[in-house]
């Protein structure tokens, strides 16, 4: 291809007309078709863009070049007696004034500069070194750095370690010393030193000082460290993982401060060119590579921004920033590009991407468990019986489930007309929550409406749900309110399985019903043989007995005893102006109970049961 002669866009080689001259067309800039070789082509392409810009460099810089203008050599002067005895390196006459026109040539200077004479003994040894003074970039250097009224005004020459003291420990004495013998401009070298003013405070000064001869004296000029700036730069680049470069695409040459380091090149590899760099990047990297230099040399956009994937020598993932740089009214003659080394952004943000990723399914998966578990609790969640009404019984529950996804808990109530008239009340809480707590809660739910109907008294039904629990294995654990309701008594007969005790609102007054003799027994599940007492409450037309889950008083950091004093402050209040008859009242009213006690971010399912004695034909009233 390079044995062609290669020159404007009409000249271009066919073999790369279906890449870079698609880039040129503007759009998509596709590059090559799919297919064996595809990668090369793109290098091919790459490799055609940059010789037809070293073109264009070179026809414009041709048509712009500036003529020399000749110079007739001048006949070197013979040195005089004089100068042959004195030799090279000694020095002539000391001069003690400049001339105005001298000291203006000093003051043009951008670089702050003094002037020093070095001070000779009889044996042409140099004795002492005379400060004589300084420009006027010296001096706003002195008004911006130095203390106030740390150097007196200066009327003569005086010596210079006088004047600056601090002088004397830095590399300044040796390189004036070194001057005035060789003849030959000393440094850069760093200085390090300080000044103190009137008051005390010293300030410190780091510069980068020169020394260079100027006829019989010695010129002192110094800024700001560049040496201690580019170490600087450098270490905040290597800090960052960051580099730059610019690469002249009119003789192919990089300049470049740390693009070794960014791609991982040995000390003594060469840096790559823009086709080299191309090389040494994954085969679909190397597209994105020919279009971002393709708008930058072409285009000429102001800026581009993209990832690039290596394989060489190493993998690892490139930032590359790039510009043109070109004259006015000329041709791209430089790709100037800030490179970062991004390799461990990316793998954070795979990592990353991956972690929302499977954080999305599992939300997903925990939604269709969820919406499962509610689907199954709306097919199991018992619906009042019609008949409670005719025993003297009104019943009302709510049901709030935790608010996170997926965590549709085990709580459970069962109300239901038995064939002796009496009225089986329980509520219960299984252990944990999804699709696990809601299979127990069934079994449980569902046991115990089989079981009642054996007309067995409370404490044997308790006994043999606890029973059925521990079949179920080691994890299968509930709490639970078992209940019969004797009507013709108006008797409450209860069991306690681990469970907190029921709550009584009488005559607009709370409180806690208390435990069955020997206390509530343990939890369903934990021990097969355990064995539970019944607590007897008689009640009262007007009487309501609450039963609720644990997620309606418990509070994260709080302990029970407070939980539960709580509760029934809730309680009473709320019923402190009455409950409206009937059973929708009763309803509303533990709905507002239950919202008084939860809040959107509740930390458990909370289930209460209300149930209220209503009738009237009770024998022994």
């Known amino acids: 291809m390079k044995d062609e002669p290669v020159g404007t866009d009409e000249a271009r080689p066919a073999e790369a007309s279906d890449s870079a001259g698609t880039a040129e067309a503007g759009g998509g800039c596709d590059g090559p078709d799919e297919g064996d070789g595809r990668e090369d082509r793109w290098l091919r392409a790459l490799d055609l863009l940059l010789t037809e810009q070293r073109f264009r460099i070179g026809q414009y810089t041709a048509t712009h070049a500036v003529p020399a203008c000749p110079v007739e050599p001048s006949e070197p002067s013979e040195p005089s007696e004089a100068e042959r005895r004195r030799g090279p390196s000694a020095p002539t006459a000391p001069v003690t004034v400049l001339g105005p026109l001298v000291w203006q040539l000093l003051d043009a200077l951008p670089l702050a500069a003094m002037v020093v004479l070095p001070a000779l003994d009889e044996t042409g040894a140099i ?75 010293a300030v410190r000064l780091s510069s980068e000082v020169r020394v260079a001869p100027f006829g019989d004296l010695l010129l002192v000029t110094w800024e700001r460290g560049e040496q201690a700036s580019v170490r600087m730069a450098e270490a905040a680049q290597n800090l960052a993982r960051v580099c730059w470069a610019e690469w002249n695409l009119g003789d192919g040459t990089v300049e470049a401060t740390g693009l070794d380091r960014v791609l991982g090149l040995g000390p003594s590899d060469p840096l790559p060119d823009l086709l080299e760099l191309g090389r040494m990047l994954a085969p679909d990297s190397r597209g994105a590579l020919y279009r971002a230099v393709h708008d930058v040399v072409l285009r000429e956009r102001e800026i581009v921004d993209l990832e690039l994937r290596m394989t060489m020598p190493h993998e690892r993932v490139l930032r590359f920033i790039a510009e043109p740089v070109r004259p006015r009214l000329g041709p791209v003659w430089t790709v100037r590009a800030v490179c970062r080394d991004v390799t461990s952004d990316v793998r954070s943000r795979t990592l990353a991407e991956q972690a929302m990723q499977e954080a999305r399914a599992q939300r997903e998966r925990a939604d269709a468990v969820a919406d499962v578990a509610e689907r199954l609790r709306d097919a199991i969640v018992p619906r009042f019986p019609a008949e409670l009404g005719r025993h003297g019984v009104e019943a009302a529950a709510v049901y709030r489930p935790e608010g996170r996804a997926a965590r549709v808990g085990g709580d459970w109530y069962k109300t239901r007309v038995l064939p002796s008239g009496q009225v089986l009340i329980a509520l219960g809480d299984a252990r944990g929550h999804g699709l696990d707590a809601i299979t127990l809660m069934a079994k449980l739910r569902y046991a115990l409406a089989g079981l009642a109907f054996t007309g067995e008294m409370v404490e044997r039904l308790t006994g043999w749900l606890n029973m059925v629990a521990c079949d179920d294995g080691e994890e299968s654990t509930a709490t639970a309110i078992v209940a019969r309701y004797h009507p013709d008594r108006a008797l409450l007969r ?86 409206p008859p009937g059973s929708e009242a009763l309803d509303a009213h533990i709905r507002r109970l239950v919202d008084r006690l939860t809040g959107p971010r509740m930390q458990d399912d909370a289930t209460i049961l209300a149930f209220r004695l209503v009738g009237r034909d009770i024998v022994g009233w």
């Open 127 to 201: 004795a002492d070194f005379c400060y004589v003074g300084h420009n006027v970039t010296a001096r706003r250097y002195a008004e911006s750095h130095f203390p106030p009224g740390a150097l007196p005004p200066h009327t003569r020459a005086v010596p210079l370690f006088d004047r600056f003291p601090n002088l004397a420990d830095t590399p300044v004495p040796w390189m004036l010393a070194e001057a005035h013998r060789t003849r030959q401009p000393q440094g850069p070298e760093p200085a390090e030193w300080s000044l103190s003013g009137p008051d005390g405070r």
């Open 494 to 579: 209860w069991t306690c399985a681990g469970h907190p005790l029921p709550i009584l609102v009488r005559d607009r007054e709370a409180r806690l019903l208390d435990p069955p003799p020997g206390g509530p027994g343990m939890p369903l599940g934990v021990w097969p043989e355990e064995t539970y007492t019944a607590a007897e409450t008689m009640l009262y037309p007007g009487d309501v007995v609450l039963l609720y889950s644990d997620g309606l008083m418990e509070r994260r950091g709080s302990d029970l005893d407070r939980d539960s004093s709580r509760l029934v402050r809730a309680v009473h209040e709320s019923a402190r102006d009455g409950i």
